[in-house]
Structure formats: structure tokens, C-alpha cells
Nanobody, 126 residues
């Protein structure tokens, strides 16, 4: 059974940092592109970042470019999202998702990802 478990969320002041982790189990993450998404109350889920199966390709939403960095350690079946210079508008539930990928690519569309974690809450507030 494919599972994704997010961790690392919490309450942080504006300008602070958090590192989210997404651990995959029940499958080998080497063959999957991974995406990070977030959803704020009353808003649609939006793509934040994604990374190809070996990590050579990454993509970011314009709102987080220069502040967030996605990376992965396939030996640990884990993908990370380092979030720096956090803003109140970064608040939301952050989800990771997996997509089986033949090519070295990743996409930001949530509908392309069949496997999802349950999310971790990130709150940026003073």
C-alpha cells in the first residue's frame, strides 16, 4: 500500500523557516515525481513545488521562488521542502503527492498526482 506521510509543520513567525519532510512507504520513490501542494481555508489547493524522480528537474510556484527549495533523498525515500522567509500568506495545510514517472519531469497540476499524504499544518503568524 502506497503511503506518503508529511511532517515538519508548525507555527512560525514571519521571516522564519521550516523544513517539511515527505516520507514514502510501500513503494520505491525513485520512480515517482513528487509534488508539494498547499491549501488555505476557503481556497483551492495550489501547487507549490515539484521534483522529478531523480531530482534533476524542479519547479516552483512564482509566489515561493527564491524562498523555498525542494530536494530529495531517494535512499531514504524522502522529499524535503525547505521554506525560508515565510510570510503569513504561506499559511495552509501542506500536502505531498506522488506520480509514477517514466521521464525526468514533474508537473504542478494536482490532478496529475494519484497518491497523496494527509498533510501538515503550517501557520505563519506573529
Amino acid at each position: 500500500q502506497r503511503q506518503l506521510v508529511e511532517s515538519g509543520g508548525g507555527l512560525v513567525q514571519p521571516g522564519g523557516s521550516l523544513r517539511l519532510s515527505c516520507v514514502a512507504s510501500g513503494f520505491t520513490a525513485d520512480y515517482y515525481a513528487i509534488g508539494w501542494f498547499r491549501q488555505a481555508p476557503g481556497q483551492e489547493r495550489e501547487g507549490v513545488s515539484c521534483i522529478s524522480k531523480s531530482g534533476v528537474i524542479t519547479d516552483y510556484a512564482d509566489s515561493v521562488k527564491g524562498r523555498f527549495t525542494i530536494s530529495r533523498d531517494n535512499a531514504k525515500n524522502t522529499v524535503y521542502l525547505q521554506m525560508n522567509k515565510l510570510k503569513p500568506e504561506d499559511t495552509g495545510v501542506y500536502y505531498c503527492a506522488a506520480q509514477y514517472s517514466v521521464q525526468q519531469t514533474c508537473v504542478m497540476g494536482a490532478h496529475r498526482y494519484p497518491y497523496w499524504g494527509r498533510g501538515t499544518q503550517v501557520t505563519v503568524s506573529s
